[in-house]
């Protein structure tokens, strides 16, 4: 459309939400997809949490809430900042937003100008590469592997870096490897940084709970980094609360206020219902959300054995988070049902439209040898699915 902006015109559609989006397509002409596309727990949100929404409303939460957040949430973060990872935040440190996805698209629109470089590990969460692009930055991909279980080394870190570098984004847990950073690598990363103290660095810790590994680090807490890290954090996942829209920053407070200041012109903050339940939330033991982790811990061991099983998948064993991302190269070059398959999106393609299963390409997590498998489905629809799988890709 050329009455649009360059800036819309430039911008990739969310390929997770494409994908869901043709699966719903084939399944309204009857056809029985499972989907395994989409980065949401398939469980409720807890009552308790509910509940407390129910009471917020009563109790007349109604009216605009202070931009960046209501004063007893960010209380209920700061609190939980120091309880599960060992950082000290005030209330001038804390943005709360619509979403951890508005979190990060605030961060970009403060600190980045024209060119500025922002290094991306690959594979990365879906929307970095196209936030940072609608910030006028220039997204910097750093290839990684299952050989190395999806792990950027000091070394390559090193190696990206140039004059323009402004920062670095990660997920650890990682969307959509699964692999989580552990203490010691992320301060030999950390080593490198402190070489170059103007990168500001931001770790994206939403999948925190979501770990099978235990020891969730987080950069801010090396002293010498604190004063560099943007701590983005949310509920959607852990608290399977994705459309309630709340997540959240910890980060130096000049780069707090510079976000407050353009939620201010963008939507004077969050849903306040949302917020409210949000306290309860994060108030709560982190035992209340176990039995969520605990059912995730058990589908990772299902189908990762289920793949193995399969001849041509390579895949590490995820150590958070709800996705496998098996490497799918061997069967680039072959004709499987009639389908050519040269890349992961047309091997993703063919498995929806032949084992009527939806995944992603890796593609659009900038690497294109592999796919992501979601598995926050039940264990009979992951069985299902890979056994269609299996069928699909052994009737060349
Ligand atoms: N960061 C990562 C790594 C994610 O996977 C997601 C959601 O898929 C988000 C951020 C955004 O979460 P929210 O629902 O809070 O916007």
Partial sequence: QEKLSNRINNLATSQTLAMAAKARELKAEGKDIIGLSLGEPDFNTPDFIKDAAIQAINDNYNSY????????????????????????????????????????????????????????????????????????????????????????????????????????????????????????????????????????????????????????????????????????N??????????WRIGYIGAPAWIARACNKIQGQITSGANCIAQRAVITALEAPVSKISHMVDTFKKRRKLIIDLLNDIEGFVTTEPEGAFYVFPNVSEFFGKTLKGHKIENATDFSMFLLEEALVATVTGDAFGNPDCIR????????????????????VSEA
């Fill in 65 to 232: 809430s202070p931009v960046d957040g209501y004063a007893e949430l960010k209380d209920a973060i700061i609190t939980k900042f120091k309880r599960d990872n060992d950082l000290t935040y005030n209330h001038s440190q804390i943005v709360v937003s619509t979403g951890a996805k508005q979190s990060l698209a605030n961060v970009a629109m403060v600190l980045l100008n024209e060119g500025d470089e922002v290094i991306l590990p690959c594979p990365y969460w879906v929307s970095y590469a196209e936030i940072v692009k609608l910030a006028d930055g220039v997204p910097v991909e750093v290839p990684t592997s299952v050989e190395t279980n999806f792990k950027m080394t000091p070394e390559q870190l090193e190696k990206a870096i140039t004059p323009k570098t402004k920062m670095i984004w990660y997920s650890s847990p990682c969307n959509p490897s699964g692999m989580v950073y552990s203490k010691e690598e992320l301060r030999a990363l950390a080593d490198v940084l402190a070489k170059h103290p103007d990168i500001l660095i931001l770790s994206d810790e939403i999948y925190e709970h979501i770990n099978f590994v235990g020891g969730h680090a987080s950069m801010a807490q090396f002293e010498d980094m604190y004063e560099r890290v943007i701590t983005v």
């Fill in 234 to 243: 949310g509920v959607s996942k852990a608290f399977a609360m994705t459309g």
């Fill in 373 to 392: 498998i979601s598995y926050a489905a039940s264990e009979s629809q992951i069985e299902e699915a890979l056994k269609r799988i299996k069928v699909a």
